[in-house]
Every structure is written in structure tokens, then in C-alpha cells.
């Protein structure tokens, strides 16, 4: 069983920047496929960025050039950087770890961009 625990949300202006962290439990997190999506208000639950074990990343098209995934296998943790953000970034971002047969997520964290 692998727990997940997001921080690092919050309220910021667009243009701004936050950084999210993943937190997780439990052994073998350097095999995971960790990643991070984001459900707004009214809207689908939709993929943000992915990482596999073997370091291939993808970012959906609207967050390319101002996201970055990163993960420290050390710390059992992977983060979310997110400049210029932008008002349609508003939303819960879950992150989410895969292995093969499992499937886990976090609690969410808000972010809130709005001037």
C-alpha cells in the first residue's frame, strides 16, 4: 500500500509560480510512474504530467514550456513546478503513483490562480 500526501498549493496571481510536492509512502518508488493531474470545477479529472521509473516525462499540451516534473527517488518524492500561471490553471491537482496492477492517489491540493 503507498500513501500519497500533495502540499504546496495555494492562491497566486497569474504570471506566478508554485511548486507542488508528492510525499510518498511504502518501498520501490523509483519504480513507479508518478504523475500529476488536476480536476477543475464542473470538468474531468485530466492528466497534467506523467513520469515513467525510466525517466520518460509527457505534459499535456497546455502546460508544456511552463511545468516541470521532476522526482527524488531519495526523498520518495516528486514535484510539480508550475510558472506563469494562467487563471485556467485553477483547479485540484491529485498526484498519482502507477506499478503495474496498482494504482494510488493523493488527497489533492487547491491552486488558485486569480488576481
Known amino acids: 500500500q503507498v500513501q500519497l500526501v500533495e502540499s504546496g498549493g495555494g492562491l497566486v496571481q497569474p504570471g506566478g509560480s508554485l511548486r507542488l510536492s508528492c510525499a510518498a509512502s511504502?518501498?520501490?518508488?523509483?519504480?513507479?510512474?508518478m504523475g500529476w493531474y488536476r480536476q477543475a470545477p464542473g470538468r474531468q479529472r485530466e492528466l497534467v504530467a506523467t513520469?515513467?521509473?525510466?525517466?520518460?516525462?509527457y505534459y499535456t499540451d497546455s502546460v508544456q514550456g511552463r511545468f516541470t516534473l521532476s522526482r527524488d527517488n531519495a526523498k520518495n518524492t516528486v514535484y510539480l513546478q508550475m510558472n506563469s500561471l494562467k487563471p485556467e490553471d485553477t483547479a485540484v491537482y491529485y498526484c498519482?503513483?502507477?506499478?503495474?496492477?496498482?494504482?494510488?492517489w493523493g488527497q489533492g491540493t487547491q491552486v488558485t490562480v486569480s488576481s
Open positions: 498519482n503513483a502507477i506499478l503495474v496492477g496498482s494504482n494510488y
Open positions: 511504502g518501498s520501490f518508488f523509483s519504480l513507479y510512474t
Open positions: 513520469e515513467s521509473s525510466g525517466g520518460n516525462t
